[in-house]
């Protein structure tokens, strides 16, 4: 199957305009890099629309690209992805503008039994015994010219994504349609792509349990790296590394020059930034009212909750078994118990809701137990065991 490698505005302009006259859906990808910047570079955009005309667009020459960005926003046009979040984020950032109609293959496919997080070459060869070559998976994308080999792998995802999604679509019942959609629309929230230095502490698992002066110096540090990334474009990491930030959070040096015996910390980076690190944690030394809250401490289960959350969890093993996921990927422990209190402040949606949440309430509510004031009535025959 032929391909267009479009290079120009002109070109683009053309390929669109015939997706917007005749496709209802097209097949998308992305290739970018992401080696030495904190913002990934994109490299090349794939498509492939349900009548099959295909094309690989080259961002680099292109330097208008606002025809692609119409299709993107386009409701009528179905954005087809596999494990869309990356893509998502990239051309979010690029843009400017969020993608909306989605529909993420990687996804629906755990309804098919492959898991939450399947590859494509994977479900593709379960699926449609395809078999993707995967030898440029190292490829610099961003190197010009690109060889024959190159593009042809760049294309095959969506050459093969399309009939994926023909036959996932043909397979989901309309309520696992409905629940994807949630998850869908829930990805398209440009808080979960846009820049927040405030929130970068939270990032650092190991500082969550700090107490709160530390996780005050274990914050302010991961602000500072945050922003020192977005400025000059470089990998948070490159800087400073998040053992170094929790080390230096747990035991503040007071010197910049012992800042050089924190383990594994750059001695370039303590020579060019360590007087600064210093500033920041007198400053939160100094300002005590500016330190986090102590986590409240999480409500314990009664005895009757107990005997629920086991039941819960039971269903959650199961469901994992059947479905192939990760049993954490569907309800952590204090999501099991929100659903135990019917607490609704924070819901499990889309398919997780229609595999677990439904099923564990309808359970809740019926034989062979019931559930009346938090307890539980096992019944035989309308009568109490």
């Known amino acids: 199957m032929s391909y267009l490698y479009i290079e120009t505005a002109h070109a683009l302009s053309e390929f669109c305009h015939k997706i917007s006259e005749q496709a209802s859906w097209i097949a998308i990808d992305t290739e970018f890099v992401r080696t030495h910047t904190f913002y990934a570079e994109l490299s090349l955009i794939q498509i492939q629309s349900e009548q099959g005309l295909a094309a690989i667009v080259d961002p680099i020459a292109i330097q208008d690209l606002s025809a692609l960005w119409a299709v993107l926003g386009n409701p009528a046009i179905r954005k087809v992805f596999h494990s869309a979040r990356q893509d998502i ?13 989605i529909f993420d293959t990687q996804i629906a496919a755990l309804f098919l039994g492959h898991g939450d997080l399947a590859g494509l ?20 994308w961003n190197q010009r010219p690109l060889t024959a080999e190159q593009l042809e792998y760049a294309i095959n995802d969506v050459r093969t994504l399309a009939p994926l999604y023909e036959k996932i679509i043909q397979t989901l019942s309309t309520s696992q349609q409905e629940a994807l959609q ?14 927040n230095i405030a929130e970068a502490g939270k990032r650092i698992k190991q500082a969550k349990k700090l107490p709160s002066k530390q996780r005050a110096i274990s914050n302010a540090l991961a602000s500072w790296r945050e922003s020192y990334a977005i400025q000059h474009n470089k990998p948070r990491k ?3 590394a998040d053992d170094c930030i929790v080390a230096i959070a747990k035991r503040p040096p007071k010197t910049a020059q012992a800042l050089y015996k924190v383990p594994h910390i750059k001695s370039s980076s303590v020579q060019e930034f360590g007087a600064e690190w210093i500033a920041l944690i007198d400053t939160i030394f100094a300002n005590p009212d500016s330190w986090p809250e102590k986590p409240k401490k999480e409500a314990e289960p009664t005895p009757q909750e107990e005997v629920l959350l086991l ?68 019944m035989v025959d309308d009568n109490h065991v």
């Open 89 to 101: 984020e990239i051309l979010y950032q690029v843009a400017k503008q969020m993608p909306v109609s």
């Open 121 to 140: 070459a994977r479900v593709l060869d379960l699926e449609l015994n395809i078999h993707l070559p995967k030898d440029q998976t190292r490829t610099n």
């Open 182 to 195: 949630e998850d869908f629309n829930a990805m398209l929230n440009p808080a979960l792509y846009d820049d």
């Open 238 to 240: 490159w800087t400073l």
């Open 311 to 378: 039941i819960g969890q039971s269903m959650v093993q199961q469901i994992a078994i059947d479905y192939g996921i990760n049993p954490h990927n569907i309800a952590n422990k204090q999501q099991l118990f929100n659903c135990v209190q019917q607490n609704t402040t924070v819901p499990l949606i889309g398919w997780r809701k229609l595999l677990f949440v439904q099923p564990f309430q309808a359970l809740l509510a019926e034989q062979p137990f019931q559930v009346k004031q938090g307890k539980l009535h096992l």
